[in-house]
C-alpha cells in the first residue's frame, strides 16, 4: 500500500485530497496544526469506512513542529510515496503594493515558501526510498506572473501585493528542486486548485473541494511515464491542464 503525507489536511482541500486518495487504496499520515482538528477529521474519515489513515500534528512554520513530525512519521514507515504540501495561508486582504507591512509579507512567506521548502527538505529521504516518488506543490494560478499580467485573465483585478508573489516562489522553488531531482525517479508538479469555495476566501470560490482535490490527487498518482516540473491549472486550461509561469 503507498503511503502519503499530506500538510494542512484537517478540512477543505486538504482533508478532501486525504478522502480521494484513501478511496484509492493510499495510506494516508494525514497532517493537522492542530492535533485534535486532525483527530477530528481522522474519525470522520473512518466513519466512513476509510481507515489507513492517521493524524501528524505539524506547523509548517515552525521548525520544531516539522522536525517532530518527521521523528513521528519516521517511526511509522520507512517510505513516503507521495508528498503533497497543500499547506497555505492568504494573509488576508485586501493586500495592497503600498500599504501591506512587512510582518504580513514575513507570515505569509513563512507558511507558503519557507514552510513548504521545510516539509520537503525533511522528508526528501523518505520520499526518495519509494519506487514510484511524487511531490506536489499546491500553488495558485494567482503565482502565474503570465496571467496577473493578462487584462483577459478573469482574475486580472484579483491582486494580492502577498499571496500573489508567495505563490510565485513557491513555483520557482518547485522548478528548482524538479531539476535537481530530473535523475531521480521523483516526480515534482505544482498544481493549481481552482477558486475553490473553501474557509481560505470566506467560500467565495466557485469550485468544489472535490473538483479541487480531484486535480491534486491526479498528480499524486501520475504513473511513471507522466510529467514533472509543470504547473498545471485545468480550472485555466480545462483541455492541456497546463498554466503558464
Ligand atoms: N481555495 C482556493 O480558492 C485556492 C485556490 C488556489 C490555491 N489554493 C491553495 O490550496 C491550498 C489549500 O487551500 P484551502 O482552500 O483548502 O485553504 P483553507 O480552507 O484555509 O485550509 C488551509 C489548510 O492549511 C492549514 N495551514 C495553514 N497554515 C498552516 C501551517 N502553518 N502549518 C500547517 N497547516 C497550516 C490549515 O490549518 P488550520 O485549520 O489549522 O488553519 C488548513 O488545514 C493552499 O495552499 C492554497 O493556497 C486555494
Not at 481522522?42 to 520544531?64: F, H, M, P, T, Y
Not at 513542529?65 to 519516521?74: L, T
Request: proline letters at 4%; charged letters at 25%.
Amino acid at each position: 500500500m503507498k503511503t502519503v503525507f499530506i500538510t494542512g489536511a484537517n478540512k477543505s482541500i486538504g482533508f478532501e485530497t486525504a478522502r480521494q486518495l484513501l478511496k484509492e487504496g493510499y495510506s494516508i499520515f494525514l497532517g493537522s496544526r492542530d492535533l485534535k482538528n486532525g483527530q477530528e477529521a481522522v474519525e470522520k474519515l473512518k466513519s466512513e469506512g476509510l481507515d489507513n489513515v492517521e493524524a501528524i500534528q505539524i506547523d509548517i512554520s515552525k521548525d520544531e513542529s516539522v522536525k517532530s513530525a518527521r521523528i513521528e512519521i519516521g517511526k511509522k514507515t520507512d517510505v513516503i510515496d507521495v508528498l503533497i504540501n497543500n499547506a497555505g495561508i492568504t494573509g488576508g486582504f485586501p493586500q495592497s503594493a503600498l500599504e501591506a507591512t512587512s510582518q504580513q509579507f514575513l507570515d505569509v512567506f513563512e507558511t507558503n515558501v519557507i514552510g513548504q521548502v521545510r516539509v520537503t527538505q525533511s522528508f526528501i529521504d523518505l520520499v526518495k526510498k519509494s519506487n514510484e516518488p511524487r511531490i506536489v506543490m499546491v500553488s495558485s494560478s494567482q503565482g502565474s506572473l503570465t496571467l496577473a499580467d493578462d487584462p483577459n485573465n478573469i482574475y486580472y483585478h484579483h491582486k494580492g501585493a502577498v499571496y500573489q508573489p508567495s505563490k510565485s516562489a513557491l513555483n520557482m522553488y518547485s522548478l528548482v528542486l524538479a531539476y535537481e531531482l530530473r535523475e531521480t525517479p521523483v516526480k515534482v508538479n505544482v498544481v493549481d486548485p481552482g477558486f475553490t469555495k473553501t474557509d481560505f476566501n470566506g467560500h467565495r470560490g466557485t469550485g468544489t473541494v472535490e473538483a479541487a482535490a480531484a486535480r491534486i490527487a491526479k498528480y499524486a498518482m501520475i504513473a511513471n511515464d507522466g510529467p514533472t516540473g509543470k504547473f498545471i491549472s485545468e480550472e485555466y486550461n480545462p483541455e492541456t491542464g497546463e498554466c503558464p509561469w
